[in-house]
């Protein structure tokens, strides 16, 4: 990719929370590719169309975004480099001139319609929920559909001609993060400067998956932890699809690094082969 410009991808169209905190890291030092699903991000930056992408990960109502971490499960997903953190403030947009009562159906990605619930139970009793694959496509739909409404950022409503926005801030908790990670291919794809210093790095992300038809006695979750032996500040968890055997997991353990000053990373290094060690896979996912 000699003399191409750096170009990140992120789940658009323009006006997402995604292309916000991609803007916020990048800037206009970049070049940005819209990407449909979250999943097609993961694959641009795989097939190396492009050279970083920003994620969902997690948000502070709602939780875990599953279709990040269904898309960590796979081989070969890409690293992580680092985290953006942005405040979503919500809105309910609709089209120039139509009342609350004449709207039928309220369109949004799941993480924007679960991190309103309240407010839709109450105001909204009667309306269907439509997911959609981002909340700018939801504001985008609203415009050749005039009796439904879209949840998305207020950004949205200069963005789309012809939309209004009825409320603002109508998630359940005034306080709202969602937590993005960014991603490159690989660990050595040299990165943009942030505006702002990078604080050095503190965290890891590591798979771990415990085989039971490789390894049978494979040991519990406690006694991986207790080998990887570093702090775990959040643990996530989704099926492993490949097991004949139901209801085994693959675990994605965040790692936070404490005060020693010896290198993070063959710290990491070091804990993952002491957890190879009892028989399970560990892969690292991300430093950051
Ligand atoms: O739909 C968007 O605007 C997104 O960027 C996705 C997403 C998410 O998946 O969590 C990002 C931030 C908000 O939490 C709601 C939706």
Request: aromatic share 8%; net charge neutral; proline share 6%.
């Amino acid at each position: 990719m000699h003399g191409t410009p750096f170009t990140v991808a992120f789940l658009g169209p323009l006006g997402t929370y995604s292309h916000q905190a991609a803007y916020d890291r990048f800037g206009n030092t970049v070049g940005y590719y819209e990407c449909k699903t979250i999943t097609e991000v993961f694959n641009a930056i795989a097939s190396k169309a492009v050279q970083a992408g920003v994620i969902p990960q997690e948000n502070s109502i709602y939780g875990t975004v599953i279709e990040t971490y269904d898309a960590l499960r796979k081989q070969n997903v890409g690293f992580i480099r680092g985290e953006i953190v942005l405040k979503v403030q919500h809105c309910l947009l609709v089209r120039g001139g139509v009342k609350p009562e004449e709207i039928q159906c309220i369109k949004s990605h799941e993480q924007a319609l679960g991190q309103c619930r309240g407010f839709l139970t109450k105001n909204f009793p009667n309306a269907s929920l439509e997911k959609m694959a981002s909340t700018a496509a939801a504001a985008e739909a609203i415009l050749t559909s005039p009796k439904c409404a879209a949840i998305c950022s207020k950004l949205c409503a200069t963005l789309f001609n012809g939309l209004e926005i009825l409320y603002e801030g109508i998630q359940d908790q005034n306080s709202n993060f969602t937590r993005f990670h960014v991603l490159t291919a690989t660990q050595d794809v040299e990165l943009p400067p942030p505006a702002y210093p990078a604080p050095s790095q503190t965290h890891g992300l590591v798979r771990l998956t415990a085989r039971r038809d490789v390894t049978p006695r494979a040991p519990p979750i406690n006694q991986i932890l207790a080998a990887l032996d570093l702090t775990v500040s959040r643990l996530d968890r989704r099926p492993q699809l490949d097991s004949p055997f139901p209801f085994c997991d693959v675990y994605f353990a965040e790692l936070e690094k404490g005060d020693s000053s010896a290198s993070w990373h063959s710290a990491v290094e070091d804990a993952m082969k002491r957890v190879k060690a009892l028989g399970v896979e560990a892969e690292l996912l991300g430093l950051w």
